[in-house]
């Protein structure tokens, strides 16, 4: 099974940006399409976005959409997701996951990772 690891995580001010980084251990990210959750506390995981095999295809929730980026450098086996303009509600942790595509169905995401907090807060 892919394994998964996820870095970048932080405490920053509202306003301020962080780069999450999933990489894979043992096998290539570039077979799959890589999508990024959160998690806030006592709420369901959500989707934040996601990325095609190629590269050449993204979404993103309604939420972060102008404020998040998310890129691959299957060069160096990672996905990133910039974060930038944070709020306090963008709190949770925040997780990646592969699929054979992108879906809207978090069913078809199979490997995760173990996820890095961030936290936004003056």
């Known amino acids: 099974q892919l394994q998964l690891v996820e870095s970048g995580g932080g405490l920053v001010q509202p306003g301020g940006s962080l780069r999450l980084s999933c990489q894979a251990s043992?096998?290539?990210?570039?077979?799959?399409?890589i999508g990024w959750f959160r998690q806030a506390p006592g709420k369901e995981r959500e989707g934040v976005s996601c990325?095609?095999?190629?590269?050449?295809?993204?979404d993103y929730a309604d939420s972060v959409k102008d404020r998040f980026l998310i890129s691959r450098d299957n060069a160096k086996n990672t996905v990133y997701l910039q974060m930038n303009s944070l709020k306090p509600e963008d709190t949770a942790v925040y997780y990646c996951?592969?699929?054979?595509?992108?879906?809207?169905?978090?069913?078809?995401?199979?490997?995760w990772g173990q996820g890095t907090q961030v936290t936004v807060s003056s």
């Open positions: 990325i095609s095999i190629s590269g050449n295809s993204s």
């Open positions: 043992r096998f290539t990210l570039s077979y799959f399409a």
């Open positions: 996951a592969s699929s054979p595509m992108c879906s809207r169905f978090i069913s078809t995401f199979r490997s």
